[in-house]
């Protein structure tokens, strides 16, 4: 029965092979020998990264005494050194590397691909100021792309430009400079922004020059001439109002209401800078003493040869009326 033999021979070398033989290939790699674990860890184990960005990863092999491994992503591409490019669409995805010593042994790294965040930045406004020495500015800030919108301000010029306050208020040196102002984010300090300021060198002051109007005068006995006064030169503007001639020129309230004498005349209305205290200016005033009209009582009588009678004449000025008293006789 030769095929029956050839049938048995045929079985007898497929058991042998079964058998570990060493006639067989495996994908999977040697095996390690009984007892031993080969483990792979895979670093960084787990990482974040932008869309597009790289990751340098590396492997620790033990239990076996050939360290190399295959590298594998499941999106992106990595290098069999471990050079990873993420793909661009965010999600998490997983690089894994296969011990060349034992198939069955891989280390695992997540790695999570988010969208890159939109940068902070910082404006300032007013961008550009200009301001005399000493005085001030107020500035504010905006913080775009972060929760936190607060801002620390500074001076860039470490000396001779002045200071600003933690509510951006900037006051100026007190000479002409030009100077920087900076907001820079509490979230993210490299984000900045900065103002120029002008500082103005400051105003020397000028003398003080009182002036009058009227800078004259004219006006009835006993009536009154308003004046005003401005002071030029100095901060308080205020004068002291005085009559030159003292209360017989007439007299003056603290409005510059200047109320004449009872007599004719040329008089002095003075206004000083109470801020100067010698800074001061003068109005002439006419004094007029002008009468209003005349009057006599009785007007008519009839009197008998050498009767008498007596009359009031009254006369009435801008000051009053005034009356005196005559007795008349008829001749005879």
């Known amino acids: 029965m030769p095929i029956t033999r050839l049938l048995l021979a045929f079985a007898v070398l497929a058991a042998l092979a079964g058998c570990g033989g060493g006639g067989s290939t495996s994908t999977q790699g040697p095996l390690p020998p009984a007892g031993q674990t080969v483990t792979v860890e895979v670093r960084p184990k787990e990482i974040q990264v932008a ?12 239990g076996t005494a050939d360290t190399g491994v295959t590298w594998e ?7 069999q050194t471990g050079s990873y490019v993420a793909p661009l669409a965010a999600g998490t995805y997983t690089v894994s590397a296969t011990s060349k010593g034992n198939g069955l042994a891989k280390g695992r790294s997540k790695v999570v691909v988010t969208p890159t965040p939109a940068p902070i930045s910082v404006t300032v ?3 550009t100021a200009a301001v005399g020495a000493g005085g001030t500015v107020a500035f504010t800030a905006t913080v775009s792309n972060a ?6 301000w500074t001076v860039r010029e470490p000396s001779g430009c002045g200071s600003v306050s ?3 208020v900037y006051t100026a040196p007190g000479a002409a400079a030009t100077c920087h102002v900076v907001a820079a984010s509490v979230a993210d300090p490299t984000a900045t922004a900065e103002a120029t300021v002008t500082v103005s060198a400051p105003t020397l002051p000028g003398p003080v020059v009182v002036s ?3 800078v004259s005068g004219a006006v009835d006995a006993c009536r009154t001439l308003t004046f005003t006064a401005t002071v030029t030169g100095a901060a308080n503007g205020a004068v002291t109002w005085s009559v030159q001639e003292g209360a017989a020129g007439g007299s003056i309230t603290s409005g510059g209401v200047y109320t004449a004498p009872d007599a004719a005349g040329t008089y002095h209305v003075v206004a000083t ?8 200016k003068v109005a002439a005033v006419t004094v007029s003493d002008r009468i209003l009209g005349v009057s006599v009582s009785p007007a008519t009588v009839e009197l008998a040869p050498g009767a008498s009678a007596q009359f009031t004449a009254t ?3 801008t000051c009053g009326a005034y009356a005196t008293t005559r007795t008349i006789t008829a001749p005879n």
């Open 51 to 62: 869309p597009g960005g790289t990751v340098d990863f590396s492997s620790v092999v033990t």
């Open 73 to 79: 992503a499941d999106a992106g591409t990595v290098s």
């Open 125 to 127: 406004s007013p961008s």
């Open 147 to 152: 929760i936190d919108p607060s801002v620390a």
């Open 166 to 168: 933690a509510a951006g």
């Open 212 to 214: 009058l109007s009227p």
């Open 273 to 280: 800078s109470q801020a100067s205290g010698t800074a001061s």
């Open 315 to 317: 006369v009435t000025t």
